[in-house]
């Protein structure tokens, strides 16, 4: 009797089942089984005494998980949760569960390549290896430009896309037959086992999140079709209080458990039946951003995280604990910022406009060293997505891509996007409200 083949399928940062390629081609083998790891080494502190996870994305990525089990479930695929470091656990699961084939998401990125290529130079010779991109709405190898030639201004790469590039078609992901169901593990059930306290979110808080695909989808649903919020997008996205100010993808974006893909077509369903208009084509935008990001960090490697960034611009970096604690506390000189900060203290959250206030006050007017900045924001935000948060802190501190190398007027912008300093009070004298 022939040996049963199996396939593997370790989940990273595309905790989902639709528009799946890894899981599509694993679903062809006798038998599939999924892996999550949970790893130990982004619940220790770091050089700046920080976390990489903390307990608003612990809690997002722990109801991520759950969602993924079931919903593997639906497809008769095991998933087993283990605690510890993947480099270790994904080999000794093979050779636990004979596996012959492992199927992953590539990655591009210093710490995700390091231990991708110690599971590769590890596993037995007779696992094979299948990598896949998943994270892009278009694929390093679908755009018209090799990697060193990439743009190093957004508008000719969004250009050159839009008039040549297509988005893939979602990929469709099959059940497994019942038989293929068994007894699994999990280590982690609950954020007190990773070493954090249960904890609920103010309840002013501009969107209660939940993690998960099924979470996903249907924020994507009730943005879309049943509050058409799509339709003014471009003219709200700057907004700070309520849901529907902004899509709020980007959490779900962020560990994969929403497609880039899955968004581009359900904005092109929506156009189909209530028309296009500058705020569809806006959010379609906004994920070319994502994209580019991304592009980025593949072109510029560990620049992406040095001091000088992309252009290796030297500044005179301060590294200032007091400075540093009056920004993470919300306690500086200028209300607005601090308004941002204790939302993101409170919430694991802030807007996009938000960012791009605090992040320009910290580097250019107290002239802190970026990164630490940065560091904070991955440890806390719950969409934190490596390309994006460092790429973005280099845009705005004067060290990555951007042109003119701007710095923003917080009281202005103050002015202008919170006129009333309803979002202020909102978050400085909350038992105003």
Known sequence: ???????????????????????????????????????????????????????????????????LKSNLNTLNIPLFILYGRPS????????????????????????EVKIIDEIKSSLPSNVKINEYNQQFLLDPDDIPFETDSLPEIFTVFRRSIEAKCEVK??????????????????????????????????????????????????????YFYKTKSLQVYKYTRNGFIGDNYSSKFSPWLANGSLSARKIYWEVKKFESEY??????????????WRDYFKHLAIKHQNDLFKIGGFKHKKY????????????????????????????????????NRGRQNVASYFAKDLKLDWRIGASYFESLLIDYDVHSNYGNWQYVSGVGNDPRDRKFNVKLQAERYDKNGKFQKLWLQPSLF
């Open 1 to 67: 009797m022939q040996k049963q083949k199996t396939a593997l399928v370790w989940f990273t940062n595309n905790l989902r089942v639709h528009d799946n390629k890894a899981l599509k081609d694993a679903s062809q083998y006798d038998r599939v089984i999924g892996l999550y790891c949970f790893d130990q080494t982004l619940f220790e502190s770091t050089q700046f005494g920080l976390k990489k996870i903390e307990k608003y994305r612990a809690k997002f990525l722990m109801e991520t998980v759950k969602n």
């Open 88 to 111: 270790y656990l994904v080999n000794e699961f093979c050779l636990t569960h004979n596996v012959d084939a492992l199927f992953f998401q590539k990655e591009y990125t210093f710490e």
């Open 169 to 222: 078609l979602l990929n469709e992901i099959p059940s497994m037959p019942e038989s293929n169901l068994m007894a699994d593990k999990c280590d982690v059930e609950q954020i007190e086992d990773l070493g954090f306290k249960a904890f609920n979110i103010p309840y002013h808080s501009a969107f209660q999140f939940k993690g998960g695909e099924t979470s996903g989808i249907n924020r994507l649903i009730d």
């Open 275 to 288: 028309g296009a208009n500058e705020s569809t084509y806006w959010l379609i935008f906004e994920l070319y």
């Open 316 to 351: 005179d970096w301060k590294q200032d604990p007091v400075l540093i604690d009056q920004w993470i506390n919300g306690k500086t000189a200028d209300p607005f910022v601090n308004a941002n900060m204790v939302e993101l203290h409170q919430t694991g959250w802030m807007s």
